[in-house]
């Protein structure tokens, strides 16, 4: 049995269907954002299906479209790898990080250190709109507090101790 889905560490809900589960689900629930993403994942990496990029991100769009924050998160960072061909990927793929740490302090999605680092670098380093250290310097913060290390060696280059609360 093919337990993509069980096991995915991106899939935090699992899928609603035996068929998604077991992996052999090609044509998810498209109201579930859940076995969209999981099938976008799977058609990104070749798993159990034939590579198709081009379906891959249609799948992953549809996720983030309907608020799965991994998805939006993915999305965000698919967009950025265009972003030296196509300039609107920037904007976009702004848009998708901050919607999926979208919430506030409290939000469900806030406090994942790799979203955070990932909207940090995004704010240091002017993707999607102007650069701005002092964003970038609070969001590497809060990922540094929970241990992401890329973020504590961000903050090491931009100067900052990473132990130092914000």
């Not at 704010?123 to 809060?142: L, S």
Request: glycine content about 10%.
């Amino acid at each position: 049995m093919n337990t993509f889905y069980r096991d995915n560490p991106h899939e935090k809900q699992p899928a609603s269907s035996p068929t998604a589960v077991s992996g052999e689900c090609d044509t998810p629930d498209p109201e579930n954002a859940g076995e969209l993403f999981i099938l976008g994942l799977r058609y990104f990496h070749g798993n159990g299906v034939p590579k198709d990029f081009e379906k891959s991100m249609k799948l992953i769009r549809q996720a983030a479209e309907q608020g799965n924050a991994e998805a939006q998160l993915i999305l965000g960072s698919m967009q950025s790898w265009f972003a030296f061909d196509y300039p609107q990927a920037n904007a976009e793929a702004a848009q998708w990080l901050r919607r999926a740490v979208a919430g506030g302090a409290n939000g469900p999605n806030s406090k994942d250190p790799k979203m955070q680092y990932t909207i940090g670098k995004y704010y240091a380093e002017g993707i999607g709109g102007p650069k701005n250290e002092t964003e970038a310097v609070k969001w590497f913060f809060r990922a540094a507090a929970q241990g992401n290390e890329s973020a504590k060696e961000a903050l090491r280059r931009l100067g900052e101790q990473p132990n130092k609360s914000s």
